[in-house]
């Protein structure tokens, strides 16, 4: 018998100890996983290639305030702009406020914004019928199916922030890996509605020819504007998505003090189920001993055996969060958790970490043990 | 006959290690749930005590939040002189007419920066809300770029002391006083003058919202009848306690979160629980045993582990508390949906508080200690005792 099928032998001895730390490690992983997956879409993650290319520009003052339309054509001669749509938040009411209703709507103009967002896959025809219809709509397919929407169906959006309401037909139906829910029409609608609109646009959305020329691109827009009436700030695609999760408040801290929290616990968790299976052992450590094993090798069976334990709950909770959140991405409204599945790194971090926690867990208890004298041990009464 | 209690709490000391272990796991699990839970009570707080009920806040109809709104002067000139509007000592009567804007400035601890809501008041608005004072410096002058912030806007943003100055509307406005708004909505705000508001934001010929103070509940009520009905102002008015409450919903994704997180750490710390138990049975096996042959039942065995089980996790819940106490009070701030600014409140743990994270500790405690406690009422007595 070798020493690491010894460990593992010993580490199913106590099957229920051991299956029951291994569960309660395992719901811990799990939620550690999500967590930071989470973290890792807002943080870390950089986002499908094109959207590193894209670049929103709004009123430096806060998004509540609208730009002139011209400054679209005076931003698009700036070196490196490939494509500009304006992207003017509608903020309106489909049927009632319930979650489900709720997606974005964005007035636009159809002729360049599939250009601006070209990962996005738009059959043609659809594409040609959305840019003569002015009272048309472009919708992503996620949100088309979650309420049934087919080419040519009419949909009213109530106004919020505009006192109109929004008449469209379907147009086109697009797909996305964005993983929010968009309804794209016609800026000029809303213009012809409203008068007082006309001119101004809330946001714009523009693409550049390489990732190398954003940060370049943006600081030319933004000083193009510096001194004027209505001064711009232009952050990348990401960045501005990133400063909603912000306003909800320390979200960073939040995550990490809550992961801080669920490592302690299944440490504790862990270093409590092995030093109470090493205590029961005191006496096998002895004739361990007088059977002429080393210190260092009763040092790493215990070891391997707490690594082996909490190996397994990792791979159990691991796993469990992958599945959990690519069943959750396929749920009916599961497009918000596209952003959040597990990836591979996550999933290695995560067995790391169990490894890891087995491992300081039995450290203590089990160099207590191996320090132990024969004779006491031997002695010893469970 | 029951076991006498002690007899758990000894136990419980006698392996004091592995129960200190558990109850360690408990109080992260508690003290996450209660963190939650004070966020969440601290919110609504905010929320629930901000509001007359005798003020009657208007807005454009269709429009759910001041930020959207916009209330014709023309209207406002109507509003005024509806009955069953208080007057103040000139007369006049109680109705404000403001501008509502947000603007994004920096936090001080580097966390980036967020929306605030700016507010162009009248004299009579400071009427309308006489729980607010001036803590430091002095109010605005009316027709000067002057603003006053609240308290927690002074500890929280940069560019908002006393002399510093913030960019916004057409120019640069002055940090002239902070002003305390208890924990209401408005100690989110920045206050300014509304004349100078509103020609800075182009906005002279409509507010974005009108607050009026009627004469008792009875007129508050029948204000806010007329103006939703009249088919010409095309207003929407709201009592204000009901137009915040409204906005508690805000907290919904730290609810949606923390639940989650709440739970799973729950479901870890039951089986952590139900491990410690079920050594505690095994060790004590020819104990129970011989417990069994003086004559307790079973029934009064499974008893005395589940309750055994329940003071490990109270123990826990304890210690979670204990750890949680020194955020109390603490203010911080999240996103509102419906204003689109932050709302700023302080950390509450409160009596409800308090009793559900003893409660959350309690049932994890029940279910991690049932397993264990049947398991000790079911062993061969004989067999136990020969071991």
């Given at each position: 018998m070798t020493l690491s099928r010894f460990a593992t032998k010993n580490a199913f001895r106590n099957r229920r100890r051991s299956l029951i730390t291994a569960i309660s490690i395992a719901f811990s992983l799990l939620l550690l996983t999500l967590l930071m997956s989470v973290y890792r879409s807002f943080y870390i993650d950089q986002g499908p290639p094109e959207s590193a290319l894209r670049l929103v520009t709004r009123h430096k003052v806060s998004l509540v305030f609208s730009l002139p339309s011209y400054y679209r054509e005076k931003i698009r001669t700036?070196?490196?702009?490939v494509h500009i749509s304006p992207w003017n938040w509608f903020g309106g009411i489909y049927k009632d406020e319930k979650p489900d209703n709720t997606f974005a709507q964005f007035g636009v103009d159809p002729n360049e914004i599939f250009e601006v967002m070209k990962d996005s896959r738009v059959p043609p025809d659809q594409l040609e019928a959305f840019k003569r219809d002015r009272a048309g709509a472009a919708v992503n397919l996620a949100l088309a199916k979650k309420h049934g929407w087919n080419i040519g169906d009419k949909v009213i959006v109530k106004g919020t922030i505009y006192p109109i309401n929004l008449e469209l037909n379907i147009r086109a139906i697009y797909d996305t890996d964005n993983a929010f829910d968009t309804m794209l029409y016609n800026t000029e609608y809303l213009e012809q509605a409203i008068?007082?609109?006309?001119?101004?646009?809330g946001t714009f959305y523009t693409l550049v020819?390489?990732?190398?020329h954003t940060v370049s691109v943006s600081k030319s827009i933004d000083e193009m504007f510096a001194n004027s009436p209505q001064p711009t700030k232009t952050e990348t695609e990401k960045a501005f998505g990133l400063s909603f999760v912000a306003q909800l408040g320390n979200v960073k801290l939040f995550i990490l003090s809550i992961c801080g929290a669920v490592v302690f616990a299944i440490l504790l968790v862990s270093a409590n189920t092995m030093a109470m299976s090493i205590r029961e052992r005191t006496r096998e450590v002895a004739v361990l001993k007088t059977l002429g094993f080393r210190r260092g090798t009763i040092l790493s069976i215990y070891i391997g055996e707490a690594v082996t334990i909490s190996l397994f709950g990792g791979l159990l909770g691991a796993t469990g969060a992958t599945l959990l959140m690519i069943a959750a991405s396929h749920a009916?409204?599961?497009?918000?958790?596209?952003?959040f599945q597990v990836n591979v790194p996550t999933y290695l971090v995560s067995l790391t970490v169990a490894a890891l926690v087995g491992f300081l867990s039995a450290v203590f208890p089990s160099y207590r043990a191996s320090q132990r004298n024969i004779v006491d041990g031997l002695r010893h009464i469970g | 006959m029951a076991i006498p209690i002690t007899y758990n709490i000894r136990n419980l000391r006698l392996r004091l290690g592995s129960t200190m272990m558990t109850a360690l796991g408990i109080a992260l699990t508690v003290a996450v749930a209660v963190f939650i839970m004070a966020l969440l009570a601290g919110l609504k707080k905010a929320f629930v005590s901000s509001?007359?009920?005798l003020n009657v806040l208007v807005l454009r109809k269709?429009?759910?939040a001041e930020l959207q709104s916009g209330v014709l002067r023309d209207a406002y000139g109507t509003i005024r002189y509806l009955p069953g509007i208080a007057k103040d000592k000139s007369g006049e009567p109680l109705a404000s007419g403001e501008v509502v804007v947000v603007i994004v400035i920096p936090r001080k601890d580097n966390t980036g920066e967020t929306n605030v809501t700016v507010r162009g008041m009248s004299p009579t608005g400071f009427e309308l809300r006489p729980n607010i004072n001036l803590v430091d410096g002095r109010w605005f002058s009316a027709g000067q770029r002057e603003i006053v912030v609240s308290k927690s806007i002074n500890k929280r943003?940069?560019?908002?002391?006393?002399g510093d100055e913030l960019f916004f509307g057409k120019g640069k406005w002055k940090v002239v006083g902070v002003f305390d708004a208890g924990e209401?909505?408005?100690?989110s705000e920045i206050w300014a003058d509304v004349n100078q508001m509103a020609s800075d934001f182009e906005?002279?010929?409509?507010?974005?919202s009108v607050l009026v103070h009627a004469t008792d509940p009875v007129a508050a009520q029948s204000l806010k009848n007329r103006m939703n009905d009249d088919q010409r102002l095309r207003l929407d008015a709201y009592m204000e306690p009901d137009y915040y409450g409204?906005?508690?919903?805000?907290g919904k994704p730290i609810q949606f979160v923390g639940t989650i997180v709440a739970f799973v750490m729950a479901i870890g710390s039951c089986f952590a629980a139900m491990n410690t138990m079920y050594a505690a049975v095994a060790y004590r096996s020819r104990e129970i045993a011989t417990l069994r042959i003086v004559g307790f039942s079973r029934p009064s065995i499974i008893t005395s582990f589940v309750i055994e089980s329940v003071l490990l996790a109270l123990l826990g819940a304890a210690l979670g508390l204990l750890l949680m106490?020194?955020?109390?009070?603490l203010t911080t701030g999240t996103a509102n949906s419906l204003t689109f600014s932050e709302t700023v409140f302080n950390v509450r743990i409160t009596f409800a508080v308090l009793m559900t994270a003893v409660a959350f500790a309690v049932t994890m405690g029940l279910f991690g200690g049932i397993a264990p406690a049947w398991h000790a009422s079911r062993g061969e007595i004989l067999s136990a005792l020969r071991d």
């Amino acid at each position: 018998m070798t020493l690491s099928r010894f460990a593992t032998k010993n580490a199913f001895r106590n099957r229920r100890r051991s299956l029951i730390t291994a569960i309660s490690i395992a719901f811990s992983l799990l939620l550690l996983t999500l967590l930071m997956s989470v973290y890792r879409s807002f943080y870390i993650d950089q986002g499908p290639p094109e959207s590193a290319l894209r670049l929103v520009t709004r009123h430096k003052v806060s998004l509540v305030f609208s730009l002139p339309s011209y400054y679209r054509e005076k931003i698009r001669t700036i070196p490196g702009v490939v494509h500009i749509s304006p992207w003017n938040w509608f903020g309106g009411i489909y049927k009632d406020e319930k979650p489900d209703n709720t997606f974005a709507q964005f007035g636009v103009d159809p002729n360049e914004i599939f250009e601006v967002m070209k990962d996005s896959r738009v059959p043609p025809d659809q594409l040609e019928a959305f840019k003569r219809d002015r009272a048309g709509a472009a919708v992503n397919l996620a949100l088309a199916k979650k309420h049934g929407w087919n080419i040519g169906d009419k949909v009213i959006v109530k106004g919020t922030i505009y006192p109109i309401n929004l008449e469209l037909n379907i147009r086109a139906i697009y797909d996305t890996d964005n993983a929010f829910d968009t309804m794209l029409y016609n800026t000029e609608y809303l213009e012809q509605a409203i008068p007082r609109v006309k001119g101004q646009a809330g946001t714009f959305y523009t693409l550049v020819d390489s990732p190398e020329h954003t940060v370049s691109v943006s600081k030319s827009i933004d000083e193009m504007f510096a001194n004027s009436p209505q001064p711009t700030k232009t952050e990348t695609e990401k960045a501005f998505g990133l400063s909603f999760v912000a306003q909800l408040g320390n979200v960073k801290l939040f995550i990490l003090s809550i992961c801080g929290a669920v490592v302690f616990a299944i440490l504790l968790v862990s270093a409590n189920t092995m030093a109470m299976s090493i205590r029961e052992r005191t006496r096998e450590v002895a004739v361990l001993k007088t059977l002429g094993f080393r210190r260092g090798t009763i040092l790493s069976i215990y070891i391997g055996e707490a690594v082996t334990i909490s190996l397994f709950g990792g791979l159990l909770g691991a796993t469990g969060a992958t599945l959990l959140m690519i069943a959750a991405s396929h749920a009916p409204n599961g497009t918000f958790f596209r952003g959040f599945q597990v990836n591979v790194p996550t999933y290695l971090v995560s067995l790391t970490v169990a490894a890891l926690v087995g491992f300081l867990s039995a450290v203590f208890p089990s160099y207590r043990a191996s320090q132990r004298n024969i004779v006491d041990g031997l002695r010893h009464i469970g | 006959m029951a076991i006498p209690i002690t007899y758990n709490i000894r136990n419980l000391r006698l392996r004091l290690g592995s129960t200190m272990m558990t109850a360690l796991g408990i109080a992260l699990t508690v003290a996450v749930a209660v963190f939650i839970m004070a966020l969440l009570a601290g919110l609504k707080k905010a929320f629930v005590s901000s509001g007359d009920p005798l003020n009657v806040l208007v807005l454009r109809k269709g429009s759910q939040a001041e930020l959207q709104s916009g209330v014709l002067r023309d209207a406002y000139g109507t509003i005024r002189y509806l009955p069953g509007i208080a007057k103040d000592k000139s007369g006049e009567p109680l109705a404000s007419g403001e501008v509502v804007v947000v603007i994004v400035i920096p936090r001080k601890d580097n966390t980036g920066e967020t929306n605030v809501t700016v507010r162009g008041m009248s004299p009579t608005g400071f009427e309308l809300r006489p729980n607010i004072n001036l803590v430091d410096g002095r109010w605005f002058s009316a027709g000067q770029r002057e603003i006053v912030v609240s308290k927690s806007i002074n500890k929280r943003f940069r560019n908002a002391s006393i002399g510093d100055e913030l960019f916004f509307g057409k120019g640069k406005w002055k940090v002239v006083g902070v002003f305390d708004a208890g924990e209401t909505a408005a100690s989110s705000e920045i206050w300014a003058d509304v004349n100078q508001m509103a020609s800075d934001f182009e906005r002279t010929s409509a507010f974005s919202s009108v607050l009026v103070h009627a004469t008792d509940p009875v007129a508050a009520q029948s204000l806010k009848n007329r103006m939703n009905d009249d088919q010409r102002l095309r207003l929407d008015a709201y009592m204000e306690p009901d137009y915040y409450g409204e906005q508690t919903k805000s907290g919904k994704p730290i609810q949606f979160v923390g639940t989650i997180v709440a739970f799973v750490m729950a479901i870890g710390s039951c089986f952590a629980a139900m491990n410690t138990m079920y050594a505690a049975v095994a060790y004590r096996s020819r104990e129970i045993a011989t417990l069994r042959i003086v004559g307790f039942s079973r029934p009064s065995i499974i008893t005395s582990f589940v309750i055994e089980s329940v003071l490990l996790a109270l123990l826990g819940a304890a210690l979670g508390l204990l750890l949680m106490l020194p955020f109390n009070g603490l203010t911080t701030g999240t996103a509102n949906s419906l204003t689109f600014s932050e709302t700023v409140f302080n950390v509450r743990i409160t009596f409800a508080v308090l009793m559900t994270a003893v409660a959350f500790a309690v049932t994890m405690g029940l279910f991690g200690g049932i397993a264990p406690a049947w398991h000790a009422s079911r062993g061969e007595i004989l067999s136990a005792l020969r071991d």
